[in-house]
């Protein structure tokens, strides 16, 4: 066994035994590693709204709205978001509905249900200031551990790992990580990112491993002759870039079929809410029927995927004779007032079906 320092993610340079197989065993010069990694950063880094300040508040919006959009598509959203909640005081005080409307587009509204509810306990618990450690930023709703570390390191400077997408990539590739990741599997990359991650400047370094990863270490095709931390990469070594890292086999999608009711009473529509456990909990749509023949006028066809599921949903208008009173969730709305409301992705298809029609 060799002794090496490395310094960890506990923020202290500590001696431990790193054998072969350690984390960064494979990695050639992990300090060496660092400085060119952060010198390329400070030329090559991505201009983003969000890195224009290290407000933990901002910077933890971004982190959220990144999970599973992409960065374009979240430039877009954090500037009209920020321009309607500039604080956590304002995203604490604002009902979900108002929250769920500036999220519309972005996806998995699940998201911004937990942000709605983390920002509340900032306030109530915290006066309104954010946590400084990682295990108490964990302790908020929707905040796992890549967010915690994302608004540690970045906003706070406290020597975090993160690992999502395309960091995970990189210290795969660095590190010749060549087994499966992906949940439980990753774990030997967050070896690998709290073995690296600097005492000082670990939001600049976690920021720079993610941009290398969306700018030259990409998915396919990585530019490893572009690339500032080339001599210290063992899948470049070996010629095996492009196969790490390894991805477990994705689960096979479901294949459902649905029927969206849009029950009409003079000019208006009906749209339900969707309720606690369904998918796109909190937002609104058109009542749905399951079964093969669909009773009614067909307006169209709408498809969409969803966790694992692909929906071919036929859209169908009925009359209805006397509409109901409106409840919590149930409402006649006008075919203008549902731009409105906070709706599902596939409402939101359909609605524009009626628009069109
Ligand atoms: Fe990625 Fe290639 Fe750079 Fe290694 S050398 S980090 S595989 S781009």
């Not at 983003?48 to 959009?69: A, F, G, H, K, N």
């Not at 890549?146 to 975090?160: E, F, K, R």
């Not at 498809?303 to 006397?322: F, I, K, L, N, S």
Request: with cysteine; net charge positive; proline share 7%.
């Amino acid at each position: 066994m060799q002794e090496a320092r490395v310094p960890v993610a506990t923020g202290r340079k500590r001696t431990r035994r790193v054998g072969r197989a350690g984390p960064t065993a494979a990695i050639a010069d992990a300090a060496g590693l660092r400085r060119r990694l952060l010198a390329w950063y400070a030329r090559a880094r991505r201009d983003l709204p969000w890195r224009r300040c290290r407000d933990p508040y901002r910077v933890w919006v971004s982190e959220v709205m990144l999970q599973q959009t992409q960065v374009e598509r979240v430039k877009e959203f954090f500037a009209r978001f920020m321009e309607r909640f500039p604080t956590v005081h304002a995203l604490a005080r604002a009902p979900e509905a108002a929250v769920l409307k500036h999220w519309e587009g972005l996806g998995y509204y699940r998201r911004a249900r937990q942000l709605h509810a983390a920002a509340k306990v900032v306030v109530a618990e915290h006066g309104g200031a954010f946590p400084k450690t990682v295990a108490a930023l964990e302790g908020l709703p929707g905040v796992g551990r890549y967010t915690a570390g994302a608004i540690a390191s970045i906003a706070l400077d406290v020597p975090a790992p993160i690992v999502e997408a395309n960091s995970r990539r990189v210290f795969a590739r660095l590190a010749g990580h060549d087994r499966p990741v992906g949940g439980a599997g990753d774990e030997p990359i967050w070896d690998v990112a709290a073995a690296l991650v600097p005492r000082r400047g670990a939001g600049a370094f976690n920021q720079a491993v993610m941009d290398l990863g969306a700018m030259v270490c990409t998915p396919t095709r990585p530019r490893c002759d572009a690339c500032p931390v080339a001599t210290h990469c063992a899948a470049c070594r070996s010629g095996r870039a492009e196969e790490i890292p390894v991805v477990a086999p994705r689960r096979k999608p479901t294949r459902l079929r649905e029927t969206a009711v849009v029950a009409r009473h003079r000019d208006r529509v009906l749209v339900e809410r969707r309720g606690p456990g369904e998918w796109w909990e909190g937002l609104w749509d058109f009542p749905r029927e399951s079964g093969p023949r669909p009773a009614g006028k067909r307006l169209g066809r709408v498809a969409y995927t969803v966790t694992h599921h692909h929906v071919a949903c036929t859209v169908v208008e009925r009359r209805a004779a006397t509409p109901g009173k409106p409840t919590a969730t149930r409402r006649w709305v006008s075919v203008a007032a549902l731009a409105t409301l906070a709706m599902t992705a596939p409402g939101r298809r359909i609605a524009a079906l009626l628009a069109d029609g």
